[in-house]
């Protein structure tokens, strides 16, 4: 069961214009006289959702607010968009839940860290986008991540997420029962993304499944928490399994991503350790902001070719 869907073809590929637009699956928002998303400090009642936000084809959220601002500043120089007066304000400023930047047909969200918080935005945004009256909408999480195997700044697009236990699936406890949903993600965004990537001849990119956990120490089975109750023979034959799943990297949002956003979306994450070969950074803070930058590179490259597309076929 998906909680958003596009009325969409087989083709989950889209172009600008097909005017696939957002749909939520709960019929109690009917009742509802305004919706108040309240962690974004917006809501139906006081602000014209369709004018603010009714243009946003790509949607690019993350996990750091600094991030997202230094994201939605990169993509409007990229863009051409940049306003050098501008300081891109903070559109959730009236609340201290997530930050939110817009340039264009871009919205820029942060989402904090695991999988409660992003699931907390992610229903927000969604009907966010639905109440705009958005169309063919792409979204996608750039973030960071531990690679397995790979060298550090790798850039993994996700095939497929999975739990802990290799699954690929994403189990929920509603009213006492457990839900579980599909992690499935959109196949031709990743390989258009994996595309871009071999234009840009920067870095390194592979597709490859996600391993997201519900905790950073010993979720991931690192040896360095404030509690740990195993050795590094059980890390190193738990991580071996890992690998042995196709699992490229781990982190902590991606089962809750696929499962919540059934439209054209990926997850791109940079790899910044090998964790086969420990747990924590020690790359300088220089080598660890251009690897950060990795993500946010290979998804300008894939807007601005989509765009550039659209301005085509629309000649």
């Given at each position: ?24 699956r ?7 006289k ?8 917006l ?53 201290d839940?997530y ?34 009256r ?36 994403f ?23 994996l ?6 001849k ?24 404030a ?21 490229c ?8 991503f696929?499962?919540?956003?059934k ?31 990795r ?9 601005k ?11």
């Amino acid at each position: 069961m998906s909680l958003i869907s596009l009325k969409t073809s087989k083709n989950s590929h889209r172009f600008l214009n097909d005017a696939n637009p957002v749909c939520v699956r709960n019929p109690h928002l009917d009742a509802l006289k305004d919706d108040v998303l309240y962690h974004f400090g917006l809501g139906t009642g006081t602000h014209n959702l369709p004018a603010m936000f009714g243009d946003v084809k790509f949607v690019c959220v993350g996990g750091s607010p600094q991030r997202m601002k230094s994201f939605i500043e990169y993509i409007a120089a990229e863009l051409k968009m940049e306003d050098p007066t501008s300081e891109y304000p903070n559109i959730c400023e009236g609340t201290d839940r997530y930050d939110m930047y817009k340039v264009g047909p871009v919205l820029s969200v942060s989402h904090g860290m695991g999988v409660p918080s992003i699931a907390i935005m992610l229903h927000e945004l969604i009907k966010l986008l639905h109440y705009a009256r958005c169309t063919d909408v792409t979204i996608i999480r750039i973030g960071t991540s531990g690679g397995i195997g790979l060298e550090p700044g790798t850039v993994v697009v996700t095939k497929q997420a999975m739990d802990a236990t290799f699954k690929p699936k994403f189990e929920q406890v509603i009213l006492g029962k457990t839900v579980v949903r599909n992690t499935d993600l959109d196949q031709s965004l990743a390989e258009e993304l994996l595309h871009c990537s071999k234009e840009l001849k920067q870095f390194d990119t592979v597709i490859g499944n996600t391993m997201c956990t519900m905790d950073f120490y010993e979720g991931q089975a690192r040896l360095d928490g404030a509690f740990c109750f195993y050795n590094e023979k059980d890390k190193q034959d738990y991580l071996r399994k890992v690998s042995e799943a196709g699992i490229c990297n781990i982190e902590m949002e991606a089962s809750v991503f696929a499962a919540m956003c059934k439209l054209s979306a990926a997850v791109v994450c940079v790899t910044l350790l090998d964790r086969l070969k420990g747990d924590q950074l020690s790359s300088s803070h220089d080598v660890l902001h251009s690897y950060q930058q990795r993500p946010q590179m290979l998804v300008s490259c894939y807007i601005k070719k989509r765009l550039s597309e659209a301005r085509l076929t629309s000649v």
